[in-house]
């Protein structure tokens, strides 16, 4: 009997406390310490603790705090760099580097606007390259190719001209000579033909070579000494002919080579200017594409070269 008494009173025990615990309230003695609160080790299913001397708080209430406004600070510059833009890339360029962007251009049109790219890195720098250099490559061909041309022609129309044009002919046939019963020499003809028919001074072929190979194609007082001239009504023997014709091609090709050659020194005087003026805007630490341009553009598959000014 006194058993059962003493379980009764256990299991009342037992169920007020569990039924505190079920409330949704937590006591905290009043002389626990902080941290002692703070080293209660509670369950994942419970809040978690309090701190000492605080109120009972049920578990689905709500603890309110009160705080004071902030205010947000006030943006001055949007940008993280001072003054409001990233700064400039430091560039160290001096009058060597400029001395050396104008050699280059030199030495091979395009090679200072590659120099300037190095420390620009603008792509218009870098588009002037490859037509500064192509036009190089173009002009030194036209020119190998045009000098070779009019020196094989040249040789054609000199041994023509050796084969069908003599001097002992000429100072036999030329009316000048005629009178005289024939000259004995080129320079009694040049001392006494003066002023005659179809007079021009005759120049020798070890004294000038040019102007021998020249003069006796050229002048009608010449065509006597071709072997194919018989009193013909024209001046122009068909040897004459044909061998005019050899130098006239000889000369159009030598005359392209000379232009191509020109060219080249064009292209080379243009590439120093604009290697100087790419090198004094990045001294100054102005945009090296600013102003006039060369750049290449694509319309309809066909490649262009444009001129262009920026602003």
Known sequence: MRAAVVACVAGLVLFGTAGSRASGSIETPQGTSEAGAASISLSVFQPAPVAAGTAALPLRGSLRLEGARLDMPAIRNASPFPGGSAPARAVSWGKKNTAIAIISSAILPGLGELYCYRTSREGGTLARVPFFMALEGYLWYGYFHNHSQGKDFKQDYMDYADAHWSLVDFLTKHPCCED????????????????????????????????????????????????????????????????????????????????????????????????????????????????????????????????????
């Open 180 to 311: 005289y019963g024939g000259c004995d020499d080129w320079q009694f003809y040049n001392a006494n033909c003066q002023g005659q028919f179809h007079y021009f001074f005759y120049t020798p072929l070890e004294a000038d070579e040019e102007e021998y190979y020249e003069n006796i194609g050229k002048y009608n007082a010449f065509v006597y000494g071709w072997d194919d001239w018989d009193n013909q009504p024209t001046y122009w023997t068909p040897h004459r002919e044909y061998y005019w014709g050899l130098r006239k091609e000889s000369d159009k090709y030598l005359q392209r080579a000379d232009n191509h050659l020109m060219g080249l020194i064009v292209n080379r005087v243009v590439s120093m200017i604009d290697a100087a003026w790419i090198a004094h805007r990045i001294a100054k630490g102005q945009d090296p594409d600013e102003g006039w341009s060369l750049r290449f553009k694509t319309y309809d598959e066909e490649p262009s070269l444009m001129i262009s000014r920026r602003f």
